[in-house]
């Protein structure tokens, strides 16, 4: 699931990205601007993704550091409890260890004869503890070694090594072999990043630069475009529309278009003319205008353009 996410987190930033580039280029602004913004959110969403996940693992590595403290405190705990007094077992019929003539004679007496009971009662169970340890090493293995080591698997090295496949250290050379080619293609491909780079740059600049241009020899440039507006039907409503965005649009080329005048074919295609002609990077600047309608609920769409006319 998560590489299928940041494949198609991948691809959608690829994809704004080619139309931020395509939609500059044709003087296409509102679209560049939601492209740019579809750009950002994508890079914001991947890298909050990314930060998300290192943070789970981050949680999750304390969580099991905390697990396996509690458990040592835990074993700490009992091993003290344990040790704390040793010698409870040991008392006389009145709870009190060893008889301390609080009982008066008969707890004295009870004690003269519980010393030599106590004393062969301890080696016999430890001539049966011995027994048990003896026959327990030879049947069995140890078990908290075995916990202990699968606890401490995760901090063991690959199997095959950091590298690959372990080998002996005699078969290792002292010295690693020299790559002198390394550092030549390292500085190449910088190089080529940044020449790469610079000429991306460039060219987009190049495609949106406003520059006088010659102008063709024609009397007059014309664009038909057809217009609807979203929510209605009325004729009135798309002569407005299709005014607004033409008076709009014909101030966004670089030449002087004092002659410029829109008139109606049909209901919703309207022509254009501007005299005179206007230059081909003029001409991709207006249509690039009109097609990204800037129009509140307007959407245009280029039927054609050409010259009309031969200049004198």
Same mark, same amino acid.
């Given at each position: 699931?998560?590489?299928?996410?940041?494949?198609?987190?991948?691809?959608?930033?690829?994809?704004?990205?080619?139309?931020?580039?395509?939609?500059?280029?044709?003087?296409?602004?509102?679209?560049?601007?939601?492209?740019?913004?579809?750009?950002?959110?994508?890079?914001?969403?991947?890298?909050?993704?990314?930060?998300?996940?290192?943070?789970?693992?981050?949680?999750?590595?304390?969580?099991?550091?905390?697990?396996?403290?509690?458990?040592?405190?835990?074993?700490?705990?009992?091993?003290?409890?344990?040790?704390?007094?040793?010698?409870?077992?040991?008392?006389?019929?009145?709870?009190?260890?060893?008889?301390?003539?609080?009982?008066?004679?008969?707890?004295?007496?009870?004690?003269?004869?519980?010393?030599?009971?106590?004393?062969?009662?301890?080696?016999?169970?430890?001539?049966?503890?011995?027994?048990?340890?003896?026959?327990?090493?030879?049947?069995?293995? #140890?078990?908290?070694?075995? /916990?202990?080591?699968?606890?401490?698997?995760?901090? $063991?090295?690959?199997?095959?090594?950091?590298?690959?496949?372990?080998?002996?250290?005699?078969?290792?050379?002292?010295? #690693?072999?020299? /790559?002198?080619?390394? #550092?030549?293609?390292? $500085?190449?491909?910088?190089?080529?990043?940044?020449?790469?780079?610079?000429?991306?740059?460039?060219?987009?600049?190049?495609?949106?630069?406003?520059?006088?241009?010659?102008?063709?020899?024609?009397?007059?440039?014309?664009?038909?475009?057809?217009?609807?507006?979203?929510?209605?039907?009325?004729?009135?409503?798309?002569?407005?529309?299709?005014?607004?965005?033409?008076?709009?649009?014909? /101030?966004?080329?670089?030449?002087?278009?004092?002659?410029?005048?829109?008139?109606?074919?049909?209901?919703?295609?309207?022509?254009?003319?501007?005299?005179?002609?206007?230059?081909?990077?003029?001409?991709?600047?207006?249509?690039?205008?009109?097609?990204?309608?800037?129009?509140?609920?307007?959407?245009?769409?280029?039927?054609?353009?050409?010259?009309?006319?031969?200049?004198?």
């Amino acid at each position: 699931m998560k590489l299928i996410s940041y494949l198609f987190g991948g691809l959608s930033t690829l994809a704004a990205a080619v139309y931020l580039v395509i939609y500059l280029y044709r003087w296409e602004w509102q679209r560049a601007v939601i492209c740019g913004v579809l750009l950002l959110a994508v890079e914001g969403f991947l890298v909050c993704v990314i930060l998300l996940g290192r943070m789970g693992r981050l949680e999750r590595r304390l969580s099991d550091a905390d697990a396996r403290m509690e458990e040592v405190r835990r074993r700490l705990e009992h091993a003290r409890e344990t040790s704390a007094n040793p010698f409870r077992w040991l008392g006389n019929g009145s709870g009190t260890p060893f008889g301390d003539g609080r009982d008066g004679a008969d707890s004295g007496n009870r004690t003269f004869v519980f010393v030599p009971i106590l004393m062969v009662t301890g080696a016999a169970l430890s001539g049966v503890a011995w027994l048990i340890q003896r026959i327990a090493a030879v049947t069995t293995r #140890p078990g908290a070694e075995r /916990r202990l080591a699968g606890r401490l698997a995760p901090l $063991a090295a690959p199997a095959g090594g950091v590298h690959g496949v372990i080998t002996q250290l005699e078969d290792r050379p002292a010295v #690693p072999p020299s /790559r002198p080619l390394r #550092p030549l293609l390292t $500085a190449l491909g910088a190089v080529g990043g940044v020449a790469l780079l610079v000429f991306l740059v460039y060219a987009l600049s190049d495609a949106t630069e406003t520059r006088e241009e010659a102008r063709p020899n024609a009397a007059a440039s014309t664009v038909v475009f057809q217009i609807q507006v979203h929510g209605t039907q009325d004729a009135h409503a798309r002569e407005l529309a299709a005014r607004d965005l033409w008076e709009g649009c014909r /101030r966004s080329t670089a030449s002087l278009n004092t002659d410029a005048s829109l008139g109606q074919l049909a209901n919703g295609v309207f022509a254009g003319t501007i005299r005179p002609a206007l230059s081909s990077h003029d001409m991709m600047r207006l249509r690039g205008c009109i097609t990204d309608a800037g129009v509140n609920r307007a959407t245009a769409k280029i039927l054609g353009a050409g010259e009309a006319g031969v200049s004198h």
